[in-house]
């Protein structure tokens, strides 16, 4: 008995090493992502009409498409900051804004919750930077706007029911290692082949482009951890694996004025507004907006159309446009296994993403893996209901899946004859 234990100890030890091996050489295979190959499907509008407390004009974008319900949550006009259930209707491959089909009624009209959290709203958190549903719950990453002192310690919640949230639970809110100003963003799935590696089953991320920069990551972050995990507790920090994070010590770019004008990679006038790994390939995306690479960032002046800025602007009032950046996956998994640090990695591409439908840019963004699809959020991109009507357009992309490569001959498991 006891050399049958040691036998089956062997094979079990065999079996979990070969599995991690398999997973890391599918990895280092892995093509790198290119940012041409999202290929535009179509887009739809939404109405600017009230539904319930609030209306999508004026909203900041933060989105959640649900393949199961063939639907998107998403927030409101700024100042409500409540979340809807939009349906989505047949996508039109059109870059004229007249010709997309347009929806008029909700799932579910906008309801409030920040202030709905079962442990109470004491830090005053008003803004909403991320959603997903997460084994049947629904769940909102949130942060103050103006954190002067950055003592927030509190951003995630919970909204129990998202068939009908006017009258769900809300649980939280919850604390999630790396701060509000560095995870309290978008929400994405990890693909099962990085998930051992990476330390989590989602990746929360977040960016500067709000006040108080310091508080913030400067440059998009990423952050893994298990949401399923969470329990009732409000008082217990959420894990989690930090993969990629800068600060204002330590930005992602060090002339964040850009007054060489050499700097295009990331300015104070730069965020990022969601983040997922590409399934099949080696790369994370983040995608959001950015300006300043030509004209440089001046700090309340006036611009070239005459408009004279309360904060940070480019003196070019052209001088912006929806960015993309895109990381190396490789160096996630040695940060999170510790031979690199969070702030040492860099985008292997980045630049200006076009965008078939002018928008101010991309409010928020979600990635259905099952169908490939990212859904984008054009922030005041529909200027056709009415002078002061300006609701988000959603604009759909197709994430091409790469071929996963066959792992070597001594890697591979025999299937036992019958």
């Not at 579910?108 to 991320?130: C, E, Y």
């Not at 920069?213 to 951890?225: D, Q």
Request: glycine share 8%; proline share 6%; hydrophobic share 35%.
């Amino acid at each position: 008995m006891k050399y049958f234990k040691h036998i089956l100890l062997s094979l079990f030890l065999a079996l979990a090493i070969g599995t991690v091996l398999q997973n890391s050489y599918a990895q280092s295979q892995l093509p790198k992502f290119n940012i041409s190959d999202l290929e535009y499907r179509g887009a739809f509008r939404l109405s600017a009409n009230q539904f319930g407390n609030s209306s999508l004009n004026y909203s900041e974008g933060p989105i959640y498409f649900s393949a199961k319900r063939n639907s998107i949550f998403i927030v409101g006009h700024a100042h409500d900051q409540a979340i809807a259930e939009f349906p989505v209707p047949a996508l039109v491959k059109s870059t004229d804004l007249a010709a997309l089909n347009i929806v008029n009624s909700t799932k579910q009209n906008f309801s409030s919750v920040l202030n709905r959290a079962s442990a109470g709203n004491a830090q005053k958190l008003d803004r909403i930077g991320g959603l997903a549903e997460i084994d049947g719950k629904l769940f909102v990453n949130t942060y103050e706007y103006y954190d002067a002192p950055a003592d927030n310690t509190k951003s995630l919640l919970r909204i129990e029911n998202p068939n009908n949230i006017e009258t769900s639970a809300v649980t939280g809110y919850f604390s999630v290692d790396g701060g509000p100003g560095h995870t309290a963003g978008w929400i994405s799935p990890v693909p099962e082949n990085y998930q051992a590696a990476l330390g989590g089953t989602h990746i929360t991320g977040f960016s500067s482009g709000v006040p108080i920069i310091s508080r913030t990551s400067v440059g998009p972050s990423a952050f893994a951890f298990v949401p399923s995990l969470i329990g009732n507790s409000t008082v217990a920090s959420v894990p989690s694996a930090k993969l990629l994070d800068f600060s204002l010590e330590q930005p992602l770019a060090s002339d964040l004025s850009n007054t060489s004008r050499t700097n295009k990679i990331w300015t104070h006038l730069s965020r990022a507004t969601y983040g997922f790994i590409v399934p099949g390939s080696s790369s994370y995306l983040t995608i959001g907006y950015s300006g300043g690479h030509e004209s440089g960032v001046c700090y309340k002046c006036t611009q070239s159309d005459g408009n004279l800025c309360g904060g940070y602007c480019a003196p070019d009032a052209n001088d912006y446009s929806s960015f993309f950046w895109l990381w190396n996956m490789e160096d996630l998994v040695k940060v999170k296994a510790g031979q690199i640090s969070a702030h040492s990695v860099r985008p292997y591409s980045f630049g200006k993403f076009e965008l078939p439908i002018p928008a101010r840019e991309i409010g928020g963004a979600s990635f259905d893996p099952k169908s490939g699809q990212l859904f984008l959020s054009l922030q005041a991109a529909d200027r056709l209901q009415g002078e002061y009507s300006n609701p988000p357009v959603i604009a759909v992309f197709k994430v091409g899946q790469k071929r996963k490569p066959n792992p070597p001959t001594g890697l591979r498991l025999r299937k036992r004859s019958s």
